[in-house]
């Protein structure tokens, strides 16, 4: 099933992109020059989130989205950590990869053909939802770190 644009709006997407692709940035190349600019574009990602949350039908499904693509990039980011240790020791091949790998969650949810089972509004709801996981899903390397010194001392 191909994403339909006109659904989800166009804000949520941007809003959402910039944050993403500037972490994934920063995060692979350490350029501390663009970390105001993801603030910024973090801010604006925030209105948007609060915007569609709390104006928008449909919340229970978006926060169900958003969740279950949380919940399963913080056990990617928990496996990662177990597998290759503390990121002081990855070289930045393993930076990369640990960057995309987060975001299959959300990707799954977006192209799931299983969403044909649910309403044109559900999905629409559902689909939002994956959309506004996309910086969440990377920023849930910050728990996966803190869970991860909790379980090793």
């Known amino acids: 099933?191909?994403?339909d644009n006109e659904n989800i709006p166009i804000g949520v997407i941007l809003s959402s992109a910039a944050p993403t692709v500037l972490f994934v940035i920063l995060f692979?190349?350490?350029d501390d020059d663009?970390?105001?600019l993801w603030a910024a574009s973090l801010a604006i990602y925030v209105f948007f989130l609060i915007k569609q949350l709390y104006y928008k039908d449909g919340r229970r499904l978006m926060l169900m989205s958003l969740g279950q693509s949380a919940i399963f990039s913080f056990f990617?980011?928990?496996a990662y950590f177990l597998l290759?240790?503390?990121p002081w020791d990855w070289h930045s091949g393993q930076f990369l990869l640990i960057s995309l790998l987060p975001l299959i969650p959300p990707t799954i949810m977006l192209s799931s053909d299983q969403l044909q089972r649910f309403?044109?509004?559900e999905t629409i709801s559902l689909r939002t939802g994956a959309v506004l996981s996309f910086p969440i899903c990377l920023a849930m390397c910050i728990p996966a770190i803190v869970a991860m010194e909790i379980l090793t001392v």
């Open 1 to 3: 099933m191909a994403l």
């Open 28 to 30: 692979n190349t350490g």
């Open 34 to 36: 663009l970390a105001g």
């Open 76 to 78: 990617i980011w928990i």
């Open 84 to 86: 290759f240790g503390h």
């Open 119 to 121: 309403s044109v509004r």
